[in-house]
């Protein structure tokens, strides 16, 4: 049985990339709008871009490649513009598979063969990969260095840039403490300035403080309806009005190269001096609860962004209707959780778990604060829909995005108190280990048995929906 990637131009100008076994009735039911996501709010949709594969592991390679692939590149494919699409290769780029690298399509709809096999091929082009990074977070080292050049001038800044600091706190001299935070909103296009209120509140929620105004930069792309910028608009006026935030400036504009819409959120916040949580006010000894479990937002975006592929890879509509719900139910937000867990006690430290997932989040915490870190692999909730989709992919959960849950550092004798607090919110909480002396340095007990806890080098969503490297 053939397979086949395929691109379909949105009325957005956006481009859709997905792959299946029947080319003609997949492309109908994104017509009619029968496919939950991406697509169904973006029609009417074109067939642009084709190829035929032999198996479907080809074609998945095939669709985890292009959608690494800047919109100039995936246009001069789209166009049969070989010496464009060679020209733009000679950009270092990330190796692809060795599938891709030997295919021969069968069938190209794009007005002949498209000289998309060996496209990125290393030898077409020059320079040397390792010097070029990947999608997602920058690595903690280089990150590291980078702020360690940061010079820290004025004594009224109390918290500033570094890992495991959601955001900064500035005494401007009032009664109380300002906290600012930015964050963007880069692998969602669905809901995305739902996502970018949501996800800037949060931060400003770990320092124990109330996220009040909210800014965002929206870039759109070209060709992008004029209904866009008020859907966008629609969404962070919703989202700000569901935590009380008021929305109070930013900037919009259609930008050149975009494949699809970015959002840059500022969130500015206060906090009353004697409720500040500070992350390296946590030690050793203290008990980490985790809220909600894991991966909410990685999930969700998976479940918006990839569903062709899912579904192809049989998992289940039920499932996949849920997973994409996740964005509400349990939803991205920790505000509540957050607030819950101050008014129970004096908190050492809260982190909220974004790129590279828990993992990630929990050896920010620990680094922050000098302290090693223990957790119990049983005591991590991974919901349902995120252990389906991740075992489906072969993505590690730990790894995967993850807005929405929410690590917290107190005094073991707070624990249970804190854990009560939140869980009268109708927010599950649970303790899943402790800090320990930096000695320890960062374990999971799996099975009764210590493992070091897993490192990722970048968020197991970027290395699905962009290739994996070589």
């Known amino acids: 049985m053939p397979f086949w990637v395929y691109i379909l131009r949105c009325s957005d100008a956006s481009y859709y990339i997905g792959h299946t076994d ?21 029609r009417p949709v074109t067939l642009c871009f084709s190829e035929e594969f032999a198996t479907r592991l080809e074609a998945l390679e095939a669709e985890r490649q292009l959608k690494g692939w800047s919109r100039a590149k995936k246009e001069a494919l ?41 496209a990125d091929d290393p030898s077409s082009g020059s320079g040397r990969t390792d010097d070029y990074l990947p999608a997602g977070k920058l690595p903690q080292q280089m990150l ?25 706190v500035i005494d401007a ?3 109380r403490l300002l906290i600012a935070k930015s964050d963007p909103i880069t692998f969602a296009t669905e809901l995305i300035g739902w996502y970018a209120v949501h996800v800037n509140a949060n931060d400003i929620a770990c320092t124990g403080g109330k996220p009040t105004w909210f800014l965002a930069t929206a870039l759109l792309p070209e060709g992008c309806p004029r209904s866009f910028p008020g859907e966008i608009l629609g969404q962070m006026t919703d989202a700000c009005d569901a935590l009380g935030i008021e929305l109070v400036g930013g900037h919009t504009e259609v930008t050149y190269g975009l494949d699809r819409p970015i959002v840059v959120g500022a969130m500015l916040g206060e906090v009353e001096p004697d409720r500040l949580v500070r992350p390296e006010n946590a030690r050793p000894g203290d008990a980490i609860i985790l809220t909600k479990g894991i991966a ?29 719900a996740y964005i509400t139910d349990p939803g991205i937000s920790v505000v509540t959780e957050a607030n819950a867990a101050s008014d129970a006690t004096t908190v050492h430290a809260m982190h909220d778990p974004t790129e590279g997932g828990l993992a990630t989040a929990l050896r920010e915490l620990a680094e922050v604060c000098g302290c090693g870190v223990r957790v119990d692999r049983d005591a991590i909730v991974v919901l349902h829909e995120s252990r389906v989709i991740c075992d489906v992919l072969g993505l590690d959960p730990l790894g995967l995005l993850a807005s929405g849950a929410l690590l917290i550092a107190v005094a073991e004798s707070d624990c249970t108190r804190v854990i009560v607090s939140i869980e009268e919110t109708g927010v599950p909480a649970r303790r899943i280990g402790s800090l320990v002396d930096a000695a320890g340095g960062a374990i999971m007990m799996v099975n009764g048995k210590p493992e070091p806890l897993p490192s990722f080098d970048r968020d197991e969503v970027a290395s699905f929906l962009s290739e994996r490297p070589g």
Request: positive net charge; contains cysteine; aromatic residues 2%.
């Open 22 to 42: 029947n080319l003609e009735h997949r492309i109908a039911q994104h017509e009619r709008g029968l496919i939950p996501g991406y697509t169904r709010t973006r």
């Open 296 to 324: 909410i937002e990685g999930t969700c975006v998976l479940a918006r962004e990839a569903m062709d592929a899912l579904r192809a890879a049989g998992v289940p509509a039920k499932t996949l209707n849920r997973a994409a």
């Open 144 to 168: 590291a260095e980078l702020l360690a050049k940061v010079a820290h001038r004025d004594p009224r800044v109390l918290v500033g840039p570094g890992i495991g600091r959601d955001a900064a």
């Open 78 to 118: 789209i166009s049969g513009n070989i010496k464009r699409l060679r020209g733009l290769s000679h950009l270092p780029q990330r190796k692809p598979p060795k599938s891709l690298r030997s295919a021969h399509p069968s069938s190209v709809r794009s007005g002949g063969r498209s000289g998309f096999a060996g």
């Open 173 to 175: 001299g009032g009664p």
